[in-house]
């Protein structure tokens, strides 16, 4: 299960490692080895949510493993898989929240209470990582950025060999740069986002195989930001490409819709209409009815 978690991801791609986890869940549960086989599912669904597995899909697997390490008094991993369940929730459309993790599913506000403090900030940190990621694709970047600017590089710090360690820089990198863009934003948040592209690199360099379409896609927001349209407009095209061969449908959606973004900012509306509606098939595709209603509407505002 270590080596799942904590090695394979810098071998080989990361959709390879999901499967390998809930098959050594399911080796466990059928031993009576209860804490391992959980562990091995709280990972698999956490690798199964960055490589984009349909929101429907992991609803229904978050809330049968939720059950279960409930019934078995896991008691942080249970806190884990519910977070990553709210989550699903506020991107579906189906929870009255779409950053706030309070819902069916998880309270943020109370499900702490009776805690340890160490128990408490594991939590907490999830917590925060889950809200950033929602941030991201609902489009609070400036939210996002401010929950991830103290938090990203001291989770690397405390989980330094974390096979969600490119997922969260990189979905807090997009808020870091998207926020930038904003004349309220502070220029801690283009420096931020700058650091979490030269991670990026790092580990790439150091030969994970994870990182080329999280750099792209960084890439492009950086000549976004820089007003080199055209550069940026032909990063997020290749970054699309390598997504697509991931098969990460959820960070095709977002970077199209950050392509979309890119010509509606220098005018290319009939550009922009055609990227939004590549992002509404993506979101429908993975199931975020929230994302495709959002998108929707910013089609229907376009003039053309």
Request: aromatic share 10%.
């Amino acid at each position: 299960a270590q080596y799942y978690t904590l090695v394979q991801h810098y071998l080989g791609p990361l959709e390879d490692t999901a499967e390998p986890l809930m098959d050594i869940y399911r080796l466990g549960m059928s031993v009576g080895d209860v804490d391992m086989a959980i562990w091995s599912a709280t990972s698999g669904m956490s690798v199964h949510i960055q490589i984009g597995t349909t929101l429907p899909q992991l609803d229904s697997d978050l809330a049968t493993l939720a059950r279960v390490a409930a019934d078995f008094h896991q008691v942080l991993q249970t806190a884990f898989l519910k977070i990553h369940w709210q989550a699903i929730l506020n991107l579906r459309g189906v929870s009255q929240h779409r950053i706030l993790h309070i819902g069916d599913a998880f309270n943020e506000e109370s499900e702490m209470e009776g805690l340890g403090d160490k128990v408490k900030g594991l939590i907490q940190s999830l917590t925060d990582i889950s809200k950033a990621f929602c941030c991201a694709f609902f489009g609070e970047y400036e939210l996002g950025a401010k929950i991830s600017c103290d938090m990203i590089f001291q989770l690397m710090k405390e989980h330094p060999s974390s096979s969600g360690l490119p997922s969260a820089f990189f979905h807090a990198a997009i808020c870091f740069f998207a926020a930038s863009h904003s004349k309220t934003a502070t220029s801690k948040y283009y420096k931020v986002g700058k650091k979490c592209l030269q991670q990026l690199k790092r580990w790439e360099a150091q030969g994970n195989p994870n990182c080329r379409h999280y750099i792209l896609t960084l890439e492009a927001e950086q000549q976004f930001l820089r007003g080199k349209h055209c550069k940026a407009m032909a990063l997020y095209k290749e970054a699309i490409k390598v997504f697509a061969r991931h098969g990460y449908i959820h960070d095709q959606g977002l970077a199209h819709e950050r392509l979309g973004d890119c010509c509606m900012a220098c005018g290319r509306e009939a550009e922009a209409k055609e990227y939004y509606t590549e992002s509404m098939k993506a979101y429908d595709e993975w199931g975020s009815m929230g994302k495709v209603d959002d998108l929707n509407s910013k089609v229907e505002g376009i003039e053309c």
